[in-house]
């Protein structure tokens, strides 16, 4: 079956779609984006996730290019024309289309709306789950505003490229203090010796995640200990458990970093449990 993609205003073949090449988010990364997790037919977490995506483009001033009902209108027509039953729905939104010029274009220049989507073996990603994954750590040379979802993602794509070359899955990104701040594409957790859950809190120095929110509201409901604070690789190292959390691949268990086994070297059971519960916290959209 041939995929579709919405590209600003149209749906058009995958594969003939594109955007002008002066589009802002081309040439200059200015521009927002989201993925909700499909289950089901359902968008998981919509709600959450079209919160934050106001608040990105609000953040760096683009106007929405439509309101939140038409845009949960293209959403649900994306996932339905590519027939998604469990994967992924992207969309992007960038300042337009404008000749070449740092400055914002003019006034009324219409934001440019991309989406796509995709299924997802969520089967592969339980088996992964089973095994657990290796993460690596690497200096954060990102911007202090990463709490924008923007598609400025350089460091992030060149940290996973270093990962997947180390044979890992994911790359943990490292502060001047010595601190994990979060992963490439994901939240990173650890779990302390007192079976204590423990994230960095959602300052301008992370993504907050949607996936690490509803974590929250799980670990409230469930009466588990959560900390939110920053903690340093050696503790990482040392912890009973880790796992990192996204839309993707909800929470997925790590049991070596740089090389080193946590804990026992297997997925540990607190991770197992939220990743078992998640759906249980979740929203899911009509
Ligand atoms: N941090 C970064 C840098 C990310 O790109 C993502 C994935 N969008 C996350 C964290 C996890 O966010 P979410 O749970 O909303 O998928």
Redesign the pocket.
């Known amino acids: 079956m041939s995929r579709v993609a919405y590209v600003n205003g149209q749906y058009v073949p995958h594969a003939e779609a594109s955007v002008h090449v002066e589009d802002r988010g081309y040439q200059f990364a200015d521009g927002v984006y989201e993925?909700c997790e499909v289950r089901d037919g359902h968008l998981v977490d919509e709600r959450r996730?079209l919160d934050r995506l106001d608040r990105s483009l609000k953040e760096l001033r683009i106007t929405p290019p439509m309101a939140r009902g038409p845009l949960g209108v293209v959403l649900r027509e994306t996932v339905a024309r590519n027939r998604v039953r469990d994967g992924l729905v992207y969309m992007q939104v960038t300042r337009g289309v404008a000749r070449r010029d740092h400055a914002f274009p003019a006034e009324g220049t219409p934001a440019s709306l991309v989406v796509t989507s995709r299924s997802v073996n969520f089967a592969a990603n339980d088996r992964a789950a089973e095994s657990g994954i290796k993460v690596i750590t690497m200096p954060d040379n990102r911007w202090e505003r990463?709490d924008i979802?923007t598609v400025g993602l350089l460091p992030?794509v060149l940290a996973k490229q270093a990962a997947k070359e180390a044979g890992a899955k994911e790359a943990w990104f490292v502060d001047a203090a010595g601190n994990v701040t979060?992963?490439?594409?994901?939240?990173a957790w650890i779990v302390t010796a007192d079976g204590v859950l423990v994230t960095r809190s959602a300052d301008h120095g992370?993504?907050r995640?949607?996936?690490?929110t509803v974590l929250f509201d799980l670990a409230a409901q469930e009466q588990l200990r959560i900390e939110e604070r920053a903690f340093t690789r050696a503790e990482a190292m040392a912890a009973r458990e880790a796992f990192i959390?996204?839309?993707?691949n909800l929470v997925m268990p790590v049991v070596s970093i740089d090389g080193a086994k946590i804990g026992d070297g297997k997925p540990g059971p607190m991770a197992r449990r939220l990743r078992e519960r998640y759906h249980a916290y979740a929203e899911v959209s009509a």
Not at 182 to 187: D, W
Not at 245 to 248: F, I, K, M, V
């Open positions: 993925v996730h990463v979802k992030n979060e992963g490439s594409s994901t939240n992370i993504l995640g949607i996936t690490r959390s996204s839309a993707t």
